[in-house]
């Protein structure tokens, strides 16, 4: 039984950095593998099927690469293809291994910070069409009076993506939709970011939210998420390597990855260009 394996990373782009800044420090013994799928970014106006298929290619070239665990840290990637790739394509390849997404532990969290139930969505038009918030919050929290009010925000992934997140055009996008939902519902206590890019926009969006509204960023959530999951399952747990070493694939240009990764690691990122 292989016990060297790398926690597999997966987003479409530079997001789920984010995520993988706040696992590496929750758990900073483990080797990892981020990938980033650059060249095909964005998933977010992408269908279901092409969604999909690039997430199982993904997942495919992480478990060749020796993971055994992989986490989808991209809210578009969970909605649209992290329950066909558990039920079709993990038992079908190997049915040790793990795949698991962002969005059930986003939902877990809510309940410790909304207090009126007034819950805004900010995220991709992926992940707002695919009701996937809302499905999930309906089988957590059954009977609940809660009032989700969901905001696709197309522009915001293109603005990281192009390193323009400090810039006015960014700043009058995040105005128009921060606006937008809580136009919809005055009433919002609790806005999750649920998609890895938006964290990079937090400065302008604290800009133009109401006081006193709890803002949610998933890093930190998913971290603490997989920290448990690791107690759970001592037999996955049990596999990983641990030499904390930190590799990073992506699809496109390595010099672009490796300026952008460095900057949303804060540390020195040296990336390999791989097909998927
Ligand atoms: N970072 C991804 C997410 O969390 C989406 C970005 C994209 O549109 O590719 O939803």
């Known amino acids: ?25 929750e758990l900073p013994g483990y080797d990892y593998i981020y990938l980033g799928d650059n060249a095909r970014t964005p998933y977010g106006t992408r269908s279901y099927d ?22 989808l840290a991209c809210n578009t990637a969970s909605a649209k293809a992290l329950r066909t790739i558990q039920q079709v ?5 190997d049915p040790e291994r793990r795949v698991l997404g962002v969005i059930r532990p986003s939902v877990e969290a809510l309940a410790g910070f909304t207090r009126n139930g007034h819950i805004g969505i900010m995220a991709t038009r992926g992940t707002v069409t ?3 918030y809302l499905l999930e919050i309906e089988k957590l929290y059954p009977g609940k009076t809660l009032r989700v009010t969901q905001e ?59 006081e006193g509204v709890a803002v949610i960023e998933q890093g930190m959530l998913i971290a603490r998420s997989l920290q448990a999951y690791l107690r759970r399952h001592p037999g996955i747990e049990w596999r990983l390597s641990r ?34």
Request: hydrophobic share 35%.
């Open 89 to 93: 394509d993990v038992p079908r390849i």
């Open 50 to 71: 092409v969604v999909y298929k690039y997430t199982r290619q993904a997942v495919e070239k992480l478990f060749e690469m020796g993971c055994h665990l992989v986490i």
């Open 152 to 210: 696709a925000c197309p522009m915001w992934v293109p603005l990281v993506e192009n390193d323009e997140q400090d810039s006015p055009g960014a700043a009058f996008f995040v105005q128009q939709h921060v606006s937008r939902v809580f136009n919809e519902d005055p009433g919002i206590d609790t806005l999750i970011l649920a998609c890895t890019h938006y964290p990079l926009l937090r400065v302008q969006i604290d800009r133009y939210i109401p």
């Open 243 to 276: 030499s904390g070493q930190i590799s990073y694939y992506t699809t496109e240009s390595e010099e672009m990855f490796d300026r952008m990764g460095s900057r949303f690691m804060q540390a020195p990122v040296r990336s390999v260009r791989i097909e998927l």
């Open 1 to 25: 039984m292989e016990t060297d394996c790398p926690i597999g990373v997966f987003d479409s782009g530079y997001g789920g950095l984010t995520i993988l800044k706040d696992i590496t420090r």
């Open 130 to 132: 695919s009701r996937s």
